[in-house]
């Protein structure tokens, strides 16, 4: 069964004087949603910051399908104290569903970022792509946790690949929006103003 992950931004601002966390995710009408009509159908629907589905980049975030032993970030926190009441409706409609609530700031992220420029990867491949590794010619492209093929052989290596780009950018573009950052100006302050929450499903 596959993993999802389940990714919310929220930023710190003040709010009639008061620091706070909002949720600044860009959310869309549902054109299925019909008032009064209790089919499941929700009035808004999130279009998250990230949604694919990078098992090693769920590995880095919390040690969720972690294959190749990578060093994460930190171990789930739960959702944060603090947590927006928005992404908070979510997480409660997920229910017992979700798991391995946990949250980031940028700031962590791009620490991680650039402490691992190497993932660790392990998994079966085809008895070709495992002599070129062997070789140290090539790493391999395709690669599986499980098969019943005989001529596949089990690997593990090493591979330079930045598995939290693309939540960073994301993020990097977020904070710049919202807190009015023009041109080239660097505010590295702010990326303690910014985080994701996130949970998985299976």
Same mark, same amino acid.
């Given at each position: 069964?596959?993993? $999802?992950?389940?990714?919310?931004?929220?930023?710190?601002?003040? +709010?009639?004087?008061?620091?706070? *966390?909002?949720?600044?995710?860009?959310?869309? /009408?549902? @054109?299925? /949603? =019909?008032?009064?009509?209790?089919?499941?159908?929700?009035?808004? !629907?999130?279009?998250?910051? /990230?949604?694919?589905?990078?098992?090693?980049?769920?590995?880095?975030?919390?040690?969720?399908? !972690?294959?190749?032993?990578?060093?994460?970030?930190?171990?789930?926190?739960?959702? @944060? =104290?603090?947590?927006? !009441?928005?992404?908070?409706?979510?997480?409660?409609? *997920?229910?017992?569903?979700?798991?391995?609530?946990?949250?980031?700031?940028?700031?962590?992220?791009?620490?991680?970022?650039?402490?691992? @420029? &190497?993932?660790?990867?392990?998994?079966?491949?085809?008895?070709?792509?495992?002599?070129?590794? !062997?070789?140290?010619?090539?790493?391999? $492209? &395709?690669?599986?946790?499980?098969?019943?093929? @005989?001529?596949?052989?089990?690997?593990?290596?090493?591979?330079? /690949?930045? &598995?939290?780009?693309?939540?960073?950018?994301?993020?990097?573009?977020?904070?710049?929006?919202?807190?009015?950052?023009?041109?080239?100006?660097?505010?590295?302050?702010? $990326?303690?103003? +910014?985080? +994701? &929450?996130?949970?998985? $499903?299976?």
């Amino acid at each position: 069964m596959g993993c $999802d992950i389940h990714l919310f931004t929220e930023i710190k601002k003040s +709010i009639n004087s008061e620091e706070k *966390w909002v949720n600044v995710d860009n959310w869309r /009408y549902n @054109p299925y /949603y =019909e008032e009064g009509n209790d089919d499941g159908e929700r009035m808004m !629907d999130v279009e998250p910051l /990230y949604s694919g589905r990078n098992y090693e980049l769920f590995s880095v975030l919390a040690g969720v399908r !972690d294959y190749g032993n990578n060093d994460r970030i930190d171990d789930p926190r739960g959702l @944060p =104290e603090d947590v927006s !009441d928005v992404t908070k409706k979510e997480s409660d409609r *997920w229910g017992s569903d979700g798991h391995s609530h946990s949250w980031l700031t940028l700031r962590e992220l791009k620490e991680y970022q650039g402490l691992h @420029p &190497v993932v660790k990867r392990s998994g079966f491949v085809s008895s070709e792509a495992a002599k070129l590794l !062997d070789e140290g010619i090539e790493t391999p $492209d &395709v690669w599986c946790e499980f098969t019943s093929v @005989p001529t596949w052989v089990k690997r593990e290596w090493e591979e330079g /690949y930045d &598995v939290l780009k693309p939540i960073i950018d994301e993020m990097n573009k977020r904070v710049r929006d919202e807190f009015w950052v023009w041109g080239d100006e660097e505010r590295p302050e702010l $990326d303690e103003k +910014i985080r +994701i &929450v996130f949970w998985f $499903d299976n």
